[in-house]
C-alpha cells in the first residue's frame, strides 16, 4: 500500500486502524517544505486520516528496515497543509 509523494493523494486510512503493517518508500519528495525534524533524504510517503473529535492519536514507528524514522504530522486541505508536529525518533527500533 502506498500514498506516494503528493499529499493530494495520500492512502485513507480507515479510523478504526489499529495496526498498518508496511510502507515501501522509495518515492521521490514532495513538494512540500521539508519537515522540522530527521534527517530527511527527499523521498515522501502520505497517508490521511481524520482524527477522533477528542484529538488524541497513538501513532507508533515499529522496527523494520527503516532504522532512523521520523514523521510529520499536518492538517489542512492536501493543496494548503501546515505542519503541526514532527517526531524523530519515536518508539523505532
Do not use: R
Amino acid at each position: 500500500m502506498s500514498g506516494g509523494n503528493n499529499p493530494c493523494s495520500a492512502t485513507q486510512l480507515p479510523a478504526n486502524m489499529l495496526e498498518f503493517q508496511w510502507v515501501t518508500i522509495g518515492n521521490s519528495g514532495s513538494s512540500e517544505e521539508d519537515p522540522n525534524c530527521g534527517d530527511y533524504h527527499g523521498a515522501d510517503e502520505w497517508f490521511s486520516f481524520a482524527a477522533p473529535s477528542g484529538g488524541d492519536v497513538a501513532i507508533q514507528l515499529l522496527e523494520g528496515s527503516i532504522t532512523d524514522a521520523a514523521f510529520a504530522l499536518y492538517s489542512g486541505s492536501c493543496n494548503d497543509l501546515e505542519e503541526i508536529k514532527c517526531v524523530d525518533d519515536y518508539l523505532c527500533g
